[in-house]
């Protein structure tokens, strides 16, 4: 997370006041070896963290669109081994649109 946080002030630092950024990322969680109900919460990232990275670097988001993904990445033996762990996993991207706060 600190390379975001890095990431967004420089880029606050470093454009114009009539910037618009777009961030396009996926929630990470380990969700390749553990079932869902043992998923421990504190130890994913989500777009939640995301956003609030943002808005403490001084951008407000404007938009999250939901960027789904070909279910096509994953073969029919992956699927088979989540569904027989119970593991729930995720095809998608979020796209944050966010406008620099002067």
């Given at each position: 997370?600190?390379?975001f946080?890095?990431?967004?002030?420089?880029?606050?630092?470093?454009?114009?006041?009539?910037?618009?950024?777009?961030?396009?990322?996926?929630?990470?969680r380990?969700?390749?070896?553990?079932?869902?109900?043992?998923?421990?919460?504190?130890?994913?990232?989500?777009?939640?963290?995301?956003?609030?990275?943002?808005?403490?670097?001084?951008?407000?988001?404007?938009?999250?669109?939901?960027?789904?993904?070909?279910?096509?990445?994953?073969?029919?033996?992956?699927?088979?081994?989540?569904?027989?762990?119970?593991?729930?996993?995720?095809?998608?991207?979020?796209?944050?649109?966010?406008?620099?706060?002067?």
């Amino acid at each position: 997370m600190k390379f975001f946080k890095d990431y967004f002030t420089l880029a606050h630092k470093n454009t114009k006041p009539t910037t618009t950024l777009a961030f396009l990322n996926a929630d990470w969680r380990d969700f390749e070896s553990t079932p869902a109900a043992e998923e421990k919460p504190d130890k994913a990232i989500t777009i939640f963290d995301y956003h609030r990275l943002l808005s403490e670097t001084g951008w407000k988001t404007i938009f999250r669109i939901e960027c789904p993904l070909s279910s096509e990445r994953l073969t029919g033996n992956q699927v088979q081994k989540m569904q027989n762990k119970r593991i729930l996993g995720t095809i998608g991207r979020t796209l944050l649109i966010a406008k620099k706060i002067i």
